[in-house]
Structures are given as structure tokens and as C-alpha cells.
């Protein structure tokens, strides 16, 4: 588990950098350079639309682990727009909470023990 939460912290702190650096020099507005690539049918829109499919999973995973509830999908939909940037973090959230239990950290307590 020490490995997977070091491997967290430096997909997060290299991700946040990498963002900041692409966002101050071409600018905030991913959205329609994301989708103008997917409606071209090239290889980038391709790799797009798999990295959009892998969003979708993370957040229904998300809010399934929090069985759905209002936390829970709200917490989806940030997994789904945040990504990683999102993802990383609660999961060394999880993983601190689960304290090792590879079944905790998977299925949420309530799942996992109950």
C-alpha cells in the first residue's frame, strides 16, 4: 500500500505542474480543443474518447463505493471532470481510511464489512 500511495502523491504533484504549465501556455479552455479532436476521427480523438470512457468508470466507481448517495454522486461527477487531479487524492484519502485492507479501500467499509 506504501508504494501505491507514493506512486499518488508523484502522479499528482507531476500531473498539477504539468497542467499548470500547459493551462498558463495555451490557456483553460480544454473542453472544446477535447471534443473538436473526438469529432475529427483522428487518433488523438480516439485516445480521447478512451480516456473519456476510463472518466466515466471512475466516477460511477465513485459514487458506487459511496453507494450512490448524494456525497456519493456528487463525488462521481467530480471524479468524472476531475480525473486523476481528483482521483489521486481521494484515493490516498481511501487508502489512509482503509488502513491497508485492499477490500476497504475497493468496496467502501460499508460494503467490505457489512
Same mark, same amino acid.
Given at each position: 500500500? %506504501?508504494?501505491?500511495?507514493?506512486?499518488?502523491?508523484? *502522479?499528482? $504533484?507531476?500531473?498539477?505542474?504539468?497542467?499548470?504549465?500547459?493551462?498558463?501556455?495555451?490557456?483553460?479552455? =480544454?473542453? &472544446?480543443?477535447? +471534443?473538436s479532436?473526438?469529432? @475529427?476521427?483522428?487518433?488523438?480523438? !480516439?485516445?480521447?474518447?478512451? +480516456?473519456?470512457?476510463? =472518466?466515466?468508470?471512475?466516477?460511477? /466507481? $465513485? *459514487? /458506487?463505493?459511496? !453507494?450512490?448517495?448524494?456525497?456519493?454522486?456528487?463525488?462521481? $461527477?467530480?471524479?468524472?471532470?476531475?480525473?486523476?487531479?481528483? =482521483?489521486? &487524492?481521494?484515493?490516498? /484519502?481511501?487508502?489512509? !481510511?482503509?488502513k491497508?485492507? #485492499? %477490500?476497504?479501500? =475497493?468496496?467502501? %467499509? @460499508?460494503? #467490505?464489512?457489512?
Amino acid at each position: 500500500m %506504501k508504494v501505491f500511495r507514493i506512486y499518488l502523491v508523484v *502522479a499528482f $504533484v507531476c500531473l498539477t505542474g504539468y497542467t499548470l504549465f500547459v493551462g498558463s501556455n495555451h490557456g483553460w479552455n =480544454l473542453l &472544446p480543443v477535447f +471534443f473538436s479532436n473526438i469529432a @475529427e476521427m483522428t487518433w488523438s480523438g !480516439q485516445f480521447n474518447l478512451d +480516456f473519456m470512457t476510463f =472518466l466515466g468508470l471512475s466516477g460511477i /466507481w $465513485v *459514487a /458506487w463505493r459511496h !453507494q450512490f448517495t448524494g456525497r456519493g454522486i456528487a463525488l462521481g $461527477v467530480v471524479a468524472f471532470f476531475g480525473g486523476m487531479m481528483f =482521483l489521486a &487524492p481521494y484515493l490516498f /484519502w481511501a487508502s489512509a !481510511q482503509a488502513k491497508g485492507d #485492499a %477490500k476497504i479501500l =475497493l468496496l467502501g %467499509k @460499508e460494503r #467490505a464489512i457489512g
